[in-house]
């Protein structure tokens, strides 16, 4: 059984920062790729970052490049997104995802267990 609990979210000012933190159970999460997704009300959910098994390589939306980056820590099952820079489109429910292999992709369709979300909510 897995489970992935974000935790980290909240309210802040244009241009703050945020650190959000995703906690995974079952004993499979050093062998998946994980990955960070948000929704904001009315649209899709979107890929946000991804970051592969080992931590060798990392994968962002171009909307984020620079300004969000994804880790992880194998030994504790915790994967962190730390958000710099926000704006208010950046405004969504950000959802935790365990992918189907080592690699994943961008697609929702590659990751099989997520997590419930957590709100960001960046103010103007």
């Known amino acids: 059984q897995v489970q992935l609990v974000e935790s980290g979210g909240g309210l802040v000012q244009a241009g703050g920062s945020l650190r959000l933190s995703c906690a995974a159970s079952?004993?499979?999460?050093?062998?998946?790729?994980m990955g960070w997704f948000r929704q904001a009300p009315g649209k899709e959910r979107e890929f946000v970052a991804r970051i592969t098994a080992s931590a060798a390589a990392t994968y962002y939306a171009g909307s984020v490049k620079g300004r969000f980056t994804i880790a992880r820590d194998n030994a504790k099952k915790l994967v962190y997104l730390e958000m710099n820079s926000l704006k208010p489109e950046d405004t969504a429910v950000y959802y935790c995802a365990r992918g189907s292999t080592t690699v994943a992709g961008s697609s929702t369709s590659e990751f099989d267990y997520w997590g419930q979300g957590t709100q960001v909510t960046v103010s103007s």
């Open positions: 079952g004993r499979t999460f050093s062998s998946r790729a």
